[in-house]
């Protein structure tokens, strides 16, 4: 079974600050990996997923991850944050090249942006 | 918008009582999860259902959990009779590698 780790439960910045989230899993075999998000009030939304192919990926409103492989680590960054970034962001997997589609999430990290 | 819509969106219950939480997606898949985030925890796995049959379940989802497709399109979650520490977020998604997640049923038993 896979088990996701997120550094921070939460985090304060001020807008235009960089920022970094943490997140580390443990499983042994091929790993699909994704970001989400939760605005107040609304559902889980994507951010950005890994499944293959280059570790550093893009995903929606400037975010981006990057997956180590030999970290087991899948960090969220984004340069500069504004004030609508303030949510709870979500790492999560499954395993990879399976049918096997339940995700394991970390226990999130409340983000929250001063104007 | 979310593919997959839930209601109620708030379901305040009494202790014992029945509750069924259902899932509409916008589009017909195979494949269906429900999870649940107890406040300040952790979104846990509970039950997938594929092809109308449960594939796999959690040890969370015991005997007073069940969930059901009762007319080909809308799935639905009961909990038979409903305990304090069931009061949680219940989300529902549409998935294949990729999950697509609804609003959430926020359940709270008195």
């Known amino acids: 079974a896979q088990s996701v780790s997120q550094h921070n439960h939460h985090v304060i910045l001020s807008e235009a600050a960089s920022l970094e989230l943490g997140c580390n899993y443990s499983?042994?075999?091929?790993?699909?990996l994704f970001w989400y998000v939760q605005y107040p009030g609304q559902h889980l939304q994507l951010l950005l997923k890994y499944f293959s192919g280059d570790p550093l990926v893009k995903g929606i409103k400037g975010f981006e991850a990057e997956f180590i492989k030999s970290k087991f680590s899948f960090n969220l960054r984004k340069p500069s944050v504004q004030w609508s970034d303030t949510a709870e962001y979500f790492c999560a997997v499954n395993a990879g090249g399976s049918n096997d589609y339940k995700l394991s999430f970390g226990a999130g990290t409340t983000v929250t942006v001063r104007a | 918008e979310p593919e997959v819509t839930q209601t109620p969106s708030h379901q305040v219950t009494q202790m014992g009582q029945e509750v069924i939480l259902r899932c509409v997606p916008i589009?017909?898949?195979?494949?269906f999860y429900w999870y649940r985030q107890i406040l300040g925890q952790k979104v846990e796995f509970l039950v997938s259902?594929?092809?109308?049959?449960?594939?796999?379940k959690s040890e969370i989802f015991d005997d007073q959990f069940s969930v059901e497709r009762p007319d080909g399109s809308n799935f639905t979650l009961k909990i038979r009779s409903t305990k304090l520490e069931d009061s949680a977020m219940y989300f529902c998604?549409?998935?294949?590698?990729?999950?697509?997640f609804g609003q959430g049923t926020r359940l709270t038993v008195v």
């Open positions: 998604a549409r998935q294949g590698a990729e999950a697509f």
């Open positions: 589009s017909n898949h195979l494949y």
């Open positions: 499983y042994g075999g091929t790993v699909n």
């Open positions: 259902f594929y092809n109308n049959e449960i594939s796999e």
